[in-house]
């Protein structure tokens, strides 16, 4: 139960956590875009706020997507494309390559978007990318995307980075753990990542927001607080 209590205590740190609004600073292009594709259907909102272009980029497709109702296929598209990147280093390449002329890009996009079959939504965020120069960026906004989706479905994600795999008792604890933290009506799927680095304890991430018990960090703080120095005057 010591693994579950270590998370417990974590939990007012968890809900004093503030995440930035994503809303704000939309590249308008990209507003043009879900405003001028998306049917009338109402307001939809984006179920985690991401931050940074790609952040916006990811949440405009999601809205779009949403309206259009076309979440799952535009979703099974950017998978497919990302996946031929990871087998193909050269069309990788070629959509990092800043000297490639734009209309050579969004020729070779519409191109792969046909032979693919993929969704006319999905040919046209991919070619305002390409003509914006942002398929280079690609693979960060599909990741964030995908973040929008599984929020959409109910599922979260959680991360947790140890210093070896935890045991199949303790993994199961912790994620009965992290279920009552996040709440009824959410799936929790945990994920681990092995770091020798932290030392010992674990790091949990999980709709942006992280819960540092690693050694590496407790060490660190300590460190900090014996190099500040001593107030006699107070003693």
């Known amino acids: 139960m010591a693994l579950a209590g270590r998370i417990r205590s ?22 043009d875009y879900a405003t001028a594709s998306a049917q009338k259907t109402g307001n939809v909102k984006v179920p985690v706020a991401l931050v940074g ?40 390449q070629f959509t990092k390559d800043p000297s490639v002329p734009r209309e050579t890009r969004l020729a070779a996009i519409v191109d792969v978007c046909d ?17 914006n120069g ?4 690609l ?6 995307f995908m973040q929008l989706t599984t929020a959409h479905r109910g599922d979260v994600k959680v991360l947790v980075t140890t210093v ?5 008792a303790e993994e199961k604890e912790l994620k009965e753990t992290l279920q009552e933290i996040i709440g009824e009506g959410k ?16 790091i949990v991430e999980f709709q942006q927001k992280v819960l540092d018990m690693s050694i590496r960090t407790r060490a660190q703080q300590m460190e900090r607080l014996l190099r500040e120095p001593v107030d006699f005057t107070n003693l």
């Open 115 to 131: 032979k693919a079959k993929f969704a006319e939504p999905t040919k046209n965020f991919l070619s305002l990318l390409a003509e």
């Open 134 to 137: 942002k398929l280079k960026n």
């Open 139 to 144: 693979d960060v906004i599909v990741k964030k």
């Open 53 to 92: 272009e790609s952040g916006n980029f990811a949440s405009w497709l999601y809205i779009a997507a949403v309206k259009m109702n076309s979440l799952e296929k535009i979703e099974s598209d950017l998978s497919e494309l990302v996946e031929a990147m990871k087998t193909s280093p050269t069309f990788s």
């Open 10 to 31: 974590g939990i007012s740190f968890f809900r004093t956590i503030s995440v930035s609004d994503a809303r704000s600073s939309l590249i308008p292009s990209l507003r």
């Open 187 to 202: 799936k929790v799927t945990v994920e681990q990542k092995i770091d020798p680095s932290i030392y010992g304890g674990l």
């Open 164 to 168: 070896m795999p935890l045991p199949p």
